[in-house]
């Protein structure tokens, strides 16, 4: 058994505002049993605030320290670097970025904007970024789930913006291996040593396999049947979380 566990939020451990059926308990079990529990997200249309509030309105028990949230990296990486930052950002999470002066611009951060995402927005993300501006994103994501319907995430908007401008992204929430390590390290674990859990077969799965950690794709949330089979490397496939649970528990 590992460790520690990684659990991402939505589609693992919920849809919207509903609970993916039996996670509580799972989640339960495996922090009564000992292991170490993150959770770690790309989620960036709560704050963190909003994101503990949610969880524990749902019935997980979640503190403060054992949540990683990409928003929380982004900040982290432009204080860190004295930036002004341009945010593509959803209007909810406007706030966790009012410590940063916004006027004059000299770097960009691109998150899960929803209507946000207008040409003009767009645009001056591509020349802030074409005039040497950093470009900061918040994960690779492709799409996600909410409610039973799919929507377009902010990875397809980064990769338009370094399409057009000829720069690269630097991804700070999943699947980057420097996030998977931030959690770890809290942990107090080593990859080999811990246990990636997600419902997105790239950002979740293969990024933890690239960063040297084991992983399960669930058959929740944003899966798709043949998932899978779109990635190489060996990982656990299981219907969900409540599976996962009883495999690690039972040996």
Known sequence: ?????????????????????????????LRASGLELRFITNTSRRTRAELIEHLHGLGFDVAQQQLFTAVDAARAWLRQRGLRPYCLVHDNIR???????????????????AQGFTYDALNRAFRLCQAGAPLLGVGDNRYFSAGG???????????????????????????????????????????????MVGDDVFADVQGALAAGIPACLVRTGKYRAGDENRVTGEFRVVDSIVQLADELLSG
């Open 95 to 113: 706030s966790e970025f009012d410590e940063f002066d916004q006027r004059d611009p000299d770097a960009v951060f691109v998150a899960d904007a």
């Open 149 to 195: 319907e799919m929507f377009m995430d902010a990875g397809a908007f980064i990769h338009a913006i370094e399409f057009a401008a000829d720069v690269q992204a630097v991804i700070v929430g999943k699947p980057s291996a420097d996030f998977f390590a931030l959690a770890l390290d809290s942990a107090g674990a080593s990859a080999a040593d811990a246990f």
């Open 1 to 29: 058994m590992p460790g520690a566990v990684l659990l991402d939020l939505s589609g693992v451990l919920y849809d919207g505002d509903v609970v993916i059926d039996g996670a509580v308990d799972a989640v339960g079990c």
